[in-house]
């Protein structure tokens, strides 16, 4: 396996994320909660921006594609049809030695092999390695329940993904959205999985986001499709930023595919513990619209208004991880320089995904400069997200906007005072430019709207 030669670690994220306010373990007075997360002030306008770019692609920029908040709480048949009760299991053991962990059994055996061992061979337990118990299939969802009653009848789960609630809304979506196939419902959601191993902070949660397709098409046309969304998926990753060779296309071989997909690949990023999934795009073929159509016993197929053709649309699903997602724009834009003989940390956000654009600063808190800056930063937050910052030396500042991703700095100064204009500072090249006052805004939004691409260097392994 490849491993990352950047500087950044998952050590340093995390401490970056306590740090600067975007992320804190949840429940952490108490001790906190395993693999669970808060998203705190500056995490909250991260991800929503790596959301609002994901609508934007998919269905602002789109003609194909309607848009669907479907509940978390479905029908209990729900999940019969789409096998989830009965197959969405994996392989528990547990250590029978000093610790008493449990493992998923396949990870076990895969992180064997990729050693170059036996994965065949008796498994230990990694922790104490001490004797692990016969395997047994937990279900991952879960089980909650309606009313007041806790019997049988009243039973409900979490939902595990968001692509079932898609499914059994295509008919209300086809009633109303005026779309014939090949369409697209999006929708951006949480879902809920019992993981027995989850970890690398907010890589694999219990609780996670999805940002999540199910585009319905023709059966002819569905390898077609499915290679035009991997182009299309790809290029929104490197479009923000993302170098491209921290990123692969994986396709799935032989037992990795899902028994209802023809079609599978992963777009894969190299994050610090090597090579891991971001997105999945899938060619699930007409599994789910006919496995609800015989549980719930209404018609989920389509009828070609030309021809009178009638067909099941097959759907190609990409299906990405809003919190992975958050988490992999932030692995790629974080860098350790060195400016005048100090390191300075910084994250290189694409300016669309920072959490702020523009932080206004008064070079010193006297002579009016204060008053100034905060009337420029009054008139700039009308138009972008935008700080006002005077907590400390303006190096200090400086450092703090750094690495919260600000990709630029309007400093009030004594020259400020004189002819109106202020110091522009580029977080990436460092670059400072004088420009009038009355210009900062409109300055702004060029730059924010203008092409970019990380300067980060090719690094990868």
Not at 38 to 54: C, F, I
Not at 246 to 264: F, I, N, P, Q
Not at 379 to 403: C, H, N, V, W
């Amino acid at each position: 396996m490849s491993t990352p030669t950047d500087a950044v670690t998952m050590d340093k994220i995390v401490s970056l994320c306590k740090r600067r306010g975007f992320i804190f373990q949840s429940s952490e007075i108490y001790g906190g909660l395993a693999s669970t997360y808060d998203y705190g002030h500056y995490g909250v306008l991260l991800k929503s921006n790596v959301k609002a770019e994901w609508w934007r692609a998919v269905l602002q920029e789109r003609d194909d594609m309607v848009a669907l908040d479907a509940a978390i709480l479905m029908h209990p048949r729900t999940w019969e049809a789409s096998g989830h009760l009965a197959g969405f299991t994996d392989p528990l053991v547990q250590c029978l030695g000093k610790c008493k962990k449990r493992w998923r059994e396949d990870h076990l055996r895969e992180a064997i092999e990729a050693e170059g061992g036996d994965p065949d061979a008796p498994l230990v337990c990694p922790e104490c390695g001490g004797e692990l118990s016969e395997p047994r299939n937990f279900n991952l969802m879960f089980e909650t329940h309606m009313g007041p009653v806790q019997d049988e009848g009243s039973q409900v789960f979490l939902r595990p993904e968001t692509a079932q609630g898609i499914f059994v809304n295509f008919k209300n979506v086809m009633q109303f959205a005026r779309k014939r196939p090949p369409f697209g419902i999006a929708q951006v959601g949480k879902s809920f999985r019992n993981e027995i191993t989850p970890g690398n902070f907010i890589f694999r949660t219990r609780e996670f986001e999805q940002m999540e397709i199910e585009f319905f098409v023709p059966p002819a046309q569905a390898p077609e499709w499915h290679q035009r969304w991997m182009d299309e998926r790809l290029s929104w990753y490197t479009d923000l930023g993302i170098r491209a060779d921290h990123l692969r296309l994986r396709r799935h071989e032989g037992d990795e595919l899902s028994h209802y997909s023809s079609a599978t690949s992963d777009i894969e990023y190299l994050f610090p513990m090597g090579w891991s999934e971001l997105e999945g795009i899938a060619n699930r073929g007409d599994f789910d619209l006919t496995q609800h159509a015989e549980y719930s016993r209404e018609k989920l197929d389509y009828v070609d208004p030309g021809t009178g053709e009638r067909y099941v649309p097959h759907v190609i699903e990409p299906s990405a991880g809003a919190d992975r997602g958050t988490l992999a724009f932030m692995v790629d834009a974080y860098d350790e320089e060195q400016v005048e003989g100090r390191e300075r940390v910084l994250l290189r956000l694409h300016p669309r995904l920072a959490p702020v654009k523009a932080a206004v600063l008064p070079l010193v808190n006297k002579d009016g400069q204060p008053e100034k800056a905060r009337a420029i930063y009054e008139e700039l937050r009308k138009r972008m997200p935008a700080e006002f910052d005077t907590g400390g030396s303006i190096g200090k500042r400086y450092r703090r906007q750094d690495e919260i991703g600000t990709p630029w700095g309007v400093t009030v100064d004594h020259q400020s005072m004189e002819d109106d204009t202020v110091t522009l500072r580029d977080r990436d090249s460092l670059e400072q430019t004088r420009i009038p006052a009355a210009e900062v805004a409109d300055e702004l939004e060029r730059r924010l709207h203008a092409e970019w691409r990380s300067p980060k260097p090719v690094t990868a392994g």
